[in-house]
C-alpha cells in the first residue's frame, strides 16, 4: 500500500511546551476552550485537569466523574448562547456542560430511565445548541440513544433503543462546515459493528433510522468527512486498526488496515502501529477533495500525519506530511489540533501533554498525489467485496460526495 513522503515533510523531535497529568494516568481526550486546554485523567482518577494555553501550567482540576470519564469535548453555542462550553460524560450516567470560569458544573443532564443508570460512553451536541445525544453501554438486550432538548435536566425526553445492539462508541451531529449547511442527523457507531444515521427530531423511532452499515467488526470511532462539493461521507475505525471510508448512505467505499501504509528509506522510516483519530481541517489542500487529516502512532509514541487526496481512488496513495518524535513513551491516546494557535496537542499513556509547533500545511507545488500511477506496485489493495448493509430512507437533500463511485 502507497505511502509517499510530502514535498513538505517535517520532522519535529522537540515539543514546545509539556505538562502532565497525576502519575499513572492516562491521557485520555483534550479539548480547546478560550483560555485553556482541558484533559481527560484515566481511571480511577476521572479529573478534568484545565491548564493555561500560553504556558501550560494547570490552572484548575475540575471533579469530572464518579465513575470512568468516556468522552471529552468543547461544543459551540451550547443552548444557542452562542458561547463555546466544556462537555463531558461518563459511566455515572451523567452529562455536564463545565463553566470555564468558575470551574463548576453549569447543566447536568441524567441518563436514568425506568429508574436505571445508564453509562454514557459517547455524547455531542447539535450545531444549533439546541440538542444534545449521548450513548449508552448495552444493560439486558438494550443499548440507548438518548436525547435531551433545550435546557431540560430531567431523564431524556427521547430514547431510542433499536438503533443498536452492543455499546454505543460514537455520536457526532453533521454540522456546518465551510458556509454550507446541513440536515439535523447524528451518525452513531457501536462494537455491534453497526454504523447509523438518525434524525434526531423524529418522535417515531421506526421513522428516524435513515441509513444503516454493517462493517461487520466492532467500531471504536467514526466521524464525518466533509468534501469541497456535495455531502459529507463518513469514516469508521475498528478494534482491529481498520479504516473504513463510507457514503453518506452508508455504502461502504472502502476499508484498509491503517497499519499499512509504510514508508522505508536509506534515511527514513515510518510504520503505523495504530490510529490516533481523525481531525477536519480548515485548511483545505488544493489537490485534494476532501479536509481529513489522520492522525497516526507508533508504540514507541510518535505521531504521524497523513492525508489522501481521493478516497474513492484505490489507487490514490496516502501522503505523509508531519511526524513528531521522541516527545511520549509508550502509546498516544489523544491529540488535539489548535489551527488557531499552529499546535498541535498529544497526551498519551505516560501522562505526558505535549505541544507541538503544526502550522497549516502548505500546498505542494509537485506533488505526488497529483496523477495516478497506473504501474505503482505499492497501490493500495482494496476490498471490493459488497458490503452486508440494509437501507432505511434515503437521506434528505444529500449528494455523494465522492465521484465516480
Same mark, same amino acid.
Not at 519535529?12 to 492516562?26: H, I, N, Q, V
Not at 478534568?48 to 468522552?71: M, Q, W, Y
Not at 448562547?81 to 460524560?89: F, K, N, P, W
Given at each position: 500500500?502507497?505511502? *509517499? ?6 520532522? #519535529? ?8 497529568? /497525576? ?20 481511571? /480511577?482518577?476521572?479529573? %478534568? !485537569? ?70 454514557? =460512553? ?5 450545531? $444549533? ?15 440507548? =440513544? ?13 430514547? !431510542?433503543?433499536?438503533?443498536?445492539? $452492543?455499546?454505543?462508541?460514537?455520536? !457526532? ?26 434524525? /434526531? ?22 466521524? &464525518? @468527512?466533509?468534501?469541497?462539493?456535495? #455531502? ?20 461502504? @467505499?472502502?476499508?484498509?488496515? %491503517?497499519?499499512? /501504509? ?8 515510518? *510504520?503505523?502501529?495504530?490510529? %490516533? ?38 489507487? #490514490?496513495?496516502?501522503?505523509? !506530511?508531519?511526524? &513528531? ?25 505516560? #501522562?505526558?501533554?505535549?505541544? &507541538? ?30 458490503? *452486508? ?17
Amino acid at each position: 500500500m502507497a505511502l *509517499v513522503d510530502s514535498p513538505s515533510l517535517t520532522t #519535529s523531535s522537540r515539543p514546545l511546551k509539556t505538562g502532565s497529568l /497525576p502519575a499513572e494516568a492516562y491521557v485520555l481526550s483534550l479539548a480547546s476552550l478560550p483560555s485553556h486546554y482541558a484533559a481527560a485523567a484515566s481511571f /480511577p482518577i476521572n479529573t %478534568i !485537569h484545565l491548564f493555561d494555553k500560553a504556558t501550560l501550567r494547570k490552572v484548575l482540576e475540575l471533579p469530572g466523574h464518579h465513575n470512568s470519564l468516556s468522552c471529552l469535548k468543547s461544543v459551540r453555542n451550547i443552548g444557542g448562547s452562542g458561547r463555546e462550553a466544556l462537555l463531558s460524560c461518563g459511566k455515572d450516567g451523567i452529562v455536564k456542560v463545565w463553566d470555564e470560569r468558575s470551574g463548576s458544573v453549569a447543566l447536568e443532564m441524567h441518563a436514568y430511565p425506568s429508574n436505571t443508570r445508564r453509562a454514557l =460512553l459517547s455524547c455531542d451536541l447539535s450545531a $444549533d445548541g439546541l440538542t444534545l445525544a449521548a450513548g449508552t453501554d448495552l444493560q439486558g438486550e438494550d443499548a440507548l =440513544l438518548l436525547y435531551w432538548y433545550g435546557s431540560s435536566l430531567a431523564a431524556p425526553r427521547r430514547m !431510542h433503543s433499536c438503533t443498536h445492539s $452492543d455499546d454505543i462508541t460514537a455520536v !457526532h451531529f453533521l454540522k456546518s462546515h465551510a458556509g454550507r449547511s446541513y440536515p439535523n442527523i447524528l451518525l452513531s457507531a457501536s462494537t455491534d459493528g453497526l454504523l447509523c444515521t438518525s434524525n /434526531p427530531d423524529e418522535d417515531d423511532e421506526d421513522e428516524a433510522g435513515l441509513h444503516v452499515g454493517n462493517w461487520g467488526c466492532s467500531v471504536a470511532q467514526a466521524g &464525518w @468527512i466533509y468534501g469541497k462539493t456535495g #455531502s459529507p461521507g463518513i469514516w469508521s475505525s475498528s478494534d482491529m486498526e481498520t479504516f473504513g471510508v463510507w457514503s453518506s448512505e452508508l455504502d461502504r @467505499i472502502q476499508d484498509v488496515d %491503517i497499519r499499512q /501504509p509504510s514508508l522505508h528509506r536509506q534515511d527514513f522510516t515510518w *510504520v503505523t502501529d495504530y490510529l %490516533i483519530g481523525c481531525h477536519n481541517t480548515t485548511n483545505v489542500l488544493p489537490d485534494h477533495d476532501n479536509e481529513l487529516d489522520v492522525f497516526v502512532g507508533s508504540n514507541e509514541g510518535d505521531i504521524a500525519l497523513l492525508t489522501r487526496s481521493d478516497f474513492s481512488d484505490p489507487q #490514490s496513495p496516502w501522503l505523509l !506530511h508531519r511526524t &513528531w518524535t521522541t516527545g511520549h513513551v509508550g502509546v498516544v491516546r489523544s491529540f488535539l489540533w489548535d489551527e488557531s494557535n499552529n499546535v498541535l496537542l498529544t497526551g498519551g499513556e505516560d #501522562s505526558k501533554i505535549n505541544v &507541538w509547533s503544526s502550522p497549516p500545511l502548505a500546498a505542494p507545488c509537485d506533488t505526488p498525489t497529483g496523477s495516478k500511477r497506473d504501474n505503482d506496485s505499492d497501490a493500495m489493495e482494496v476490498d471490493e467485496g459488497s458490503p *452486508v448493509h440494509k437501507k432505511r430512507r434515503a437521506l434528505p437533500h444529500l449528494h455523494l460526495p465522492f465521484p465516480g463511485v
